[in-house]
């Protein structure tokens, strides 16, 4: 079975977006920071040095960018939660992508930030190294998102086992978008009022696809990822005492293990209900098979 199928994901994708104009509200509400991202890249400060009689003599460009960018990353990591959680049905307001971010504002920081100066210096020191490190930790972001326990060294590990044998899939997909970038550019940004959901979704298909694989060819573990097992009623008990807490949102996994332990139960209620109609009619027809026995001995007397 083919676990990446880039056309038809990306036409799940466009579909999902599609339903009821969800693409509009996504659109809104990464709104403010996708307007701030836009503000820092295409404006970048330059700074021009004149000696006293009015000649240049030097230019330099203010690192304040990179600052408020890297100030940022908290609420990058927000928006691509934002997006796993709809893919997921959770049906998340527009505030839940900014009070991700501040909630979980140091883990996040940390993490993302330490991750992107791995990725450009990798990039600055080999060029195709840097984007092989790039795509190794393509789903750090949706990682911390689902289990913002980890680390960034266990983050970036647990991205790196994921996409193993799948870099060049997310690489034709990174530039599968090249287009609508570049409709995005001279529509001035107004473009990615749709390309934003688009694209996000599209990730989080890819994530949810290659978290399912690496847990079901035992290259991750479900605990990796957050997903808790499933406590019983009897064991509530023993759930509150160790603090433990289900998963808010169910994952694409715990919905077909749900799915399938249900599926069970029904088999096994059919069986049972199968069983009890057979005795049922096993002891009907023996008293009926009694009934006549006695009648044909009252005839013969």
């Known amino acids: 079975m083919e676990i990446l ?29 996708t307007l701030i991202q836009g503000a820092i890249s295409g404006g970048v400060e330059v700074v021009q040095h004149f000696s006293e009689d009015g ?13 408020i960018a890297w100030l940022l990353v908290p609420f990058t990591i927000g928006m691509a939660g934002y997006f796993l ?15 991700e971010g501040l909630d979980n504002y140091g883990t996040y920081f940390k993490v993302g930030v330490v991750t992107e100066i791995f990725t450009v210096l990798w990039t600055l020191l080999f060029i195709i190294p840097g984007i092989i490190k790039g795509l190794e930790w393509f789903f750090v972001h949706q990682i911390i998102h689902d289990n913002p326990n980890l680390d960034g060294k266990q983050a970036r590990d647990l991205s790196k086992r994921m996409t193993d044998g799948f870099k060049g899939e997310l690489f034709v997909m990174e530039l599968s978008f090249i287009l609508w970038y570049l409709l995005v550019a001279v529509t001035f940004g ?6 934003a959901p688009y694209v996000g979704c599209t990730t989080a298909m890819y994530y949810e696809n290659l978290k399912h694989n690496a ?47 249900e599926t069970v139960v029904e088999e096994q209620v059919v069986e049972e209900s199968t069983e009890d109609t057979v005795v049922e ?16 001995e009252e005839i013969s007397e």
Request: hydrophobic share 35%.
């Open 281 to 296: 009619e096993t002891v009907e027809t023996e008293v009926v098979e009694e009934e006549k026995e006695t009648s044909e």
């Open 5 to 33: 199928n880039r056309a038809a994901i990306k036409q799940q994708a466009r579909e999902f977006i599609g339903v009821d104009r969800r693409w509009l509200y996504m659109a809104l509400a990464c709104l403010p920071l």
């Open 215 to 261: 847990i079901m060819s035992g290259v991750a573990t479900p605990d990796e990822f957050g997903i808790l097992p499933i406590v019983p009623e009897e064991n509530a008990e023993y759930n509150a005492d160790t603090n433990a807490e289900p998963p808010v949102l169910y994952s694409y996994i715990e919905r077909d293990v749900e799915t399938n332990v």
């Open 85 to 99: 959680n709809h893919l997921r049905g959770g049906n998340p307001d527009w505030k839940s992508l900014y009070r």
């Open 55 to 67: 000649e240049m003599i030097s230019t330099s460009t203010s690192s304040s960018s990179s600052i």
């Open 190 to 195: 107004i473009a990615n009022l749709y390309v």
